[in-house]
């Protein structure tokens, strides 16, 4: 090993070492990346060494020269920090010598000298001091316990709820990767239980003028991408609350959101709201459309519809809170999985935004059926984006054009109005209402 840096040899050394003390029930790789949050390539940190425990990793090494010691003391706080950010278990420095390691626990936030055999015994005896199967029961006193801890977010109902859920024939075990998950249909119940009631059967948008004359014109509605949200930390929020983010890769996480198409509405109490006019609505220039949801097209396989769950504060998410210590419980080695996480973490927000009263459908498009797929560049963000258009006539489409509102700001709003509603006679995308108008203008005459 070189005086000043480990040369390549060293850290397959180390690879090789730590992958026959560890055995089989191990993989160890060199050079990986790990993070909090898979959306940005930015936020990876690059390891030496990852060992992984089925697909999870769990330790993360730094190979340094011996010289390294003698900065260690200025360095400390860097490299717990870095092994915390990512939320590793176990992170390592071996300075070349088994005796000269450094050993951080995600328990401790604290790095203490260790040796590596003793490093060796603390990783596996953290992992298999009972290999037995848990039972089902194990999964649900563990979401109770977690509960009682956890500001009771979960009403006596809704832990009922859950209960029924968790049944030899929804429950499965995976031997290999020694996780406990539900099937599709059980795991979708429980995320909604979780989010909060839709109470109602009619939703608003607000969107640009030009987005309205598209629909009426082409007969088509746009779902954009997720990628192209207004707020960037939407996308990172809930990975990055749970820490899920350090389990899967970027490739997979990009094209994930680039095939999950999203339409972000509020509930009636927002309809024709002053503040939502300024935020979303080119500053009280655009319009709101309102929609009637047919809920018997919500399938939980390509359209997904739910109100969004707001946390409490800055840091605190109850409904994330009980994700997050669920998916990091174990026991005798197994742990649960949350495989539909990827649809439903798109439901959960910062509480900076309550005042949105979001409802957000989802659409993710099957590989077994066409959808009519493009990209854009986002005039909003100038993001490029894909888009999925849908026939407004389109039976499986499950929110029906009932009206339109014009901004209270815009440019020649009642001419428009009178342009829009003669365009619709001929167009018929929004079904003429029994009395009045389809388009109409807002309510709101002091707008500033």
Same mark, same amino acid.
């Given at each position: 090993?070189?005086?000043?840096?480990?040369?390549?040899?060293?850290?397959?050394? $180390? &690879?090789?070492?730590?992958?026959?003390?560890?055995?089989? !029930?191990?993989?160890?790789?060199?050079?990986?990346?790990?993070?909090?949050?898979?959306?940005?390539?930015?936020?990876?940190?690059?390891?030496?060494?990852?060992?992984?425990?089925?697909?999870?990793?769990?330790?993360?090494?730094?190979?340094?020269?011996?010289?390294?010691?003698?900065?260690?003391?200025?360095?400390?706080?860097?490299?717990?920090?870095?092994?915390?950010?990512?939320?590793?278990?176990?992170?390592?420095?071996?300075?070349?010598?088994?005796?000269?390691?450094?050993?951080?626990?995600?328990?401790?936030?604290?790095?203490?000298?260790?040796?590596?055999?003793?490093?060796?015994?603390?990783?596996?005896?953290?992992?298999?001091?009972?290999?037995?199967?848990?039972?089902?029961?194990?999964?649900?006193?563990?979401?109770?316990?977690?509960?009682?801890?956890?500001?009771? +977010?979960?009403? /006596?109902?809704?832990?009922?709820?859950?209960?029924?859920?968790?049944?030899?024939?929804?429950?499965?075990?995976?031997?290999?990767?020694?996780?406990?998950?539900?099937?599709?249909?059980?795991?979708?119940?429980?995320?909604?239980?979780?989010?909060?009631? %839709?109470?109602?059967?009619?939703?608003? *948008?607000?969107?640009?003028?030009?987005?309205?004359? +598209?629909?009426?014109?082409?007969?088509?509605?746009?779902?954009?991408?997720?990628?192209?949200?207004? /707020?960037?930390?939407? $996308?990172?929020?809930?990975?990055?609350?749970?820490?899920?983010?350090?389990?899967?890769?970027?490739?997979?996480?990009? !094209?994930?959101?680039?095939?999950?198409?999203?339409? =972000?509405?509020?509930?009636?109490?927002?309809?024709?709201?002053?503040?939502?006019? *300024?935020?979303?609505?080119?500053?009280?220039?655009?319009?709101?459309?309102?929609?009637?949801?047919?809920?018997?097209?919500?399938?939980?396989?390509?359209?997904?519809?739910?109100?969004?769950?707001?946390?409490?504060?800055?840091? *605190?998410?109850?409904?994330?809170? $009980? %994700?997050?210590?669920?998916?990091?419980?174990?026991?005798?080695?197994?742990?649960?999985?949350?495989?539909?996480?990827?649809?439903? &973490?798109?439901? #959960?927000?910062?509480?900076? #935004?309550?005042? !949105?009263?979001?409802?957000?459908? %989802?659409?993710?498009?099957?590989?077994?059926?066409?959808?009519?797929?493009?990209?854009? $560049?986002?005039?909003?963000?100038?993001?490029?984006?894909?888009?999925?258009?849908?026939?407004?006539? /389109?039976?499986?489409?499950?929110?029906?054009?009932?009206?339109?509102?014009?901004?209270?700001?815009?440019?020649?709003?009642?001419?428009?109005?009178?342009? #829009?509603?003669?365009?619709? =006679?001929?167009?018929?995308?929004?079904?003429?209402?029994?009395?009045?108008?389809?388009?109409?203008?807002?309510?709101?005459?002091?707008? *500033?």
């Amino acid at each position: 090993m070189s005086i000043l840096m480990p040369e390549p040899q060293d850290v397959e050394f $180390l &690879k090789n070492k730590f992958q026959e003390a560890l055995g089989e !029930e191990y993989v160890v790789e060199t050079h990986k990346e790990l993070s909090n949050s898979f959306w940005r390539l930015s936020t990876k940190k690059l390891f030496d060494i990852v060992v992984y425990k089925g697909d999870r990793p769990v330790l993360a090494a730094e190979y340094k020269s011996f010289l390294f010691q003698l900065q260690i003391s200025s360095q400390r706080d860097y490299y717990i920090e870095k092994f915390e950010n990512i939320g590793i278990k176990f992170g390592v420095i071996y300075y070349g010598k088994d005796e000269n390691c450094l050993l951080y626990q995600k328990e401790s936030f604290d790095i203490n000298k260790c040796s590596f055999n003793d490093i060796v015994e603390i990783v596996t005896s953290k992992h298999n001091t009972n290999t037995e199967k848990p039972i089902i029961n194990n999964v649900i006193d563990e979401i109770i316990k977690i509960n009682d801890h956890n500001n009771n +977010c979960l009403s /006596d109902n809704q832990i009922e709820e859950i209960k029924k859920l968790f049944t030899e024939e929804r429950v499965s075990f995976n031997d290999n990767k020694r996780t406990i998950s539900l099937d599709t249909k059980s795991e979708d119940a429980f995320f909604k239980i979780l989010l909060p009631k %839709l109470s109602q059967n009619k939703i608003y *948008r607000y969107t640009s003028l030009n987005s309205l004359f +598209c629909v009426i014109k082409d007969k088509t509605i746009g779902m954009c991408s997720i990628t192209c949200m207004n /707020d960037k930390g939407e $996308l990172q929020y809930s990975d990055s609350y749970i820490n899920h983010g350090l389990f899967s890769a970027s490739e997979n996480m990009q !094209e994930q959101d680039n095939n999950c198409f999203v339409l =972000s509405c509020c509930d009636s109490e927002r309809g024709d709201n002053l503040t939502m006019w *300024r935020l979303y609505a080119n500053n009280g220039k655009g319009v709101c459309i309102e929609y009637e949801i047919d809920n018997g097209k919500i399938d939980d396989e390509t359209f997904f519809l739910s109100p969004v769950s707001y946390g409490q504060s800055q840091n *605190r998410h109850d409904e994330l809170e $009980l %994700l997050k210590l669920l998916s990091d419980w174990e026991k005798n080695g197994w742990r649960f999985d949350f495989r539909r996480w990827h649809i439903w &973490k798109h439901f #959960f927000k910062s509480h900076n #935004f309550a005042d !949105e009263h979001e409802i957000r459908l %989802l659409f993710i498009p099957q590989k077994d059926k066409e959808a009519d797929i493009n990209w854009i $560049l986002d005039s909003t963000n100038n993001i490029a984006s894909r888009i999925c258009r849908f026939n407004v006539n /389109d039976t499986s489409f499950p929110l029906k054009h009932i009206q339109a509102l014009i901004g209270p700001k815009c440019p020649e709003q009642i001419c428009n109005v009178d342009q #829009f509603n003669y365009m619709n =006679s001929i167009q018929k995308v929004f079904e003429k209402p029994t009395e009045g108008k389809a388009i109409k203008p807002s309510t709101i005459t002091d707008y *500033r």
